[in-house]
Antibody, heavy 121, light 108 residues
């Protein structure tokens, strides 16, 4: 059974940092592009970043470029999102999601349960 | 960035109704469109990809159509478990991957 389990969310002050993790199981993690998608309270879905199977390609939404870094450790079946210089508008539930297409035509067939990040003083 | 609009933003329907949700892209995206269902407090669930391909395990009352800029999600006979918010998402051109703003389907 495919499982994605996020962790690392919490309350952080504006300008602070946080590192999210996503533990994957039930599939060959190293064979899939992976993404982070977020959802602000009461709002819609926003794609944040994705990363190729071997980590050689990474893409970001403009609003997080230079502040967030996506990475992965295929040996640990884990996906990460390092978030620096956090802003109030980064407050959201962050989901990790699997892209089922090998060549990165990203739609998402499995999602984690999400982890809440709250940026507030 | 490709902008995605959805209509309506919300609708009220009864069990057994046929429901249609429309998604429009700001430029042609071929058939690179997916539909998701999200219930409160839960992660989204993939319903349809490639505009019209039903994800494994999704009931056949869900169907998708369209290509280019205009797409439709149809629920042929609304069930109680279908009351949720529905999002479309383009993956023709990125970054960024973009989602529509969502359509909330609630009980009339």
């Amino acid at each position: 059974e495919v499982q994605l389990v996020e962790s690392g969310g919490g309350l952080v002050q504006p300008g602070g940092s946080l590192r999210l993790s996503c533990a994957a199981s039930g599939f060959t993690f190293s064979s899939y592009w992976m993404s982070w998608v977020r959802q602000a309270p009461g709002k819609g879905l926003e794609w944040v970043a994705n990363i190729k199977q071997d980590g050689s390609e990474k893409y970001y939404v403009d609003s997080v470029k230079g502040r967030f870094t996506i990475s992965r450790d295929n040996a640990k079946n884990s996906l990460y999102l390092q978030m620096n210089s956090l802003r109030a508008e980064d407050t959201a539930v962050y989901y990790c999601a699997r892209d089922p297409t090998y060549y990165g035509y990203p739609h998402f067939d499995y999602w984690g349960q999400g982890t809440l990040v709250t940026v507030s003083s | 960035a490709i902008r995605i609009t959805q209509s309506p933003s919300s609708l009220s329907a009864s069990t057994g109704d046929r429901v249609t949700i429309t998604c429009r892209a700001s430029q042609g995206i071929s058939s690179y469109l997916a539909w998701y269902q999200q219930k409160p407090g839960k992660a989204p669930k993939l319903l349809i990809y490639a505009a019209s391909t039903l994800q494994s395990g999704v009931p056949s009352r869900f169907s998708g159509s369209g290509s280019g800029t205009d797409f439709t999600l149809t629920i042929s006979c609304l069930q109680s478990e279908d009351f949720a918010t529905y999002y479309c998402q383009q993956y023709y051109s990125y970054p960024p991957i973009t989602f529509g703003p969502g359509t909330k389907v609630d009980i009339k």
